[in-house]
């Protein structure tokens, strides 16, 4: 057990941006940049800073301006790269940003809008165990298909 010796309440509770990267990006390097040039498609899934810290690699986004990067819940982000591993920019790229999110920008929107919402009003949101991602995601899911077709 590595941290066995170390008192509990020394332990941080999360993970930094620059912990997840140093995780996250080496893995991306290693494996998925390889299978990238081997002409396959990756399916990339992760919690929100693993996904923010791999983004900010890939788009070389600096410390600052990747604190206001938004990552809807359960839409999928697609990235695109030339044969040099560089991003290539979409044209639903938006702002430093070079992949493009798998909904509409009114559907995006509302989502990120609505997850700031409960972040704010919901006690425990952003760390309670029984908010999931699935939760989370499916719940996404519901409001797209409210702002598709209407509450039921």
Do not use: C, W
């Amino acid at each position: 057990r590595k941290y066995q010796d170390i008192p509990r309440d020394k332990i941080p509770k999360t993970e930094s941006l620059r912990d997840t990267m140093n995780r996250a990006v080496p893995l991306f390097k290693e494996k998925i940049e390889k299978d990238l040039r081997d002409g396959k498609d990756v399916l990339v899934v992760g919690h929100y800073n693993s996904l923010r810290g791999l983004i900010k690699h890939i788009d070389s986004i600096d410390s600052e301006y990747i604190r206001s990067v938004e990552i809807p819940t359960g839409i999928p982000l697609v990235f695109e790269f030339d044969n040099e591993m560089k991003p290539i920019r979409s044209n639903f790229s938006e702002g430093a940003m070079s992949g493009s999110f798998l909904a509409t920008r009114e559907v995006t929107l509302a989502a990120l809008k609505r997850e700031r919402e409960l972040a704010k009003n919901v006690p425990g949101f952003t760390d309670s165990p029984l908010v999931t991602p699935v939760l989370r995601a499916i719940s996404s899911l519901q409001r797209e298909r409210e702002i598709l077709f209407g509450k039921e």
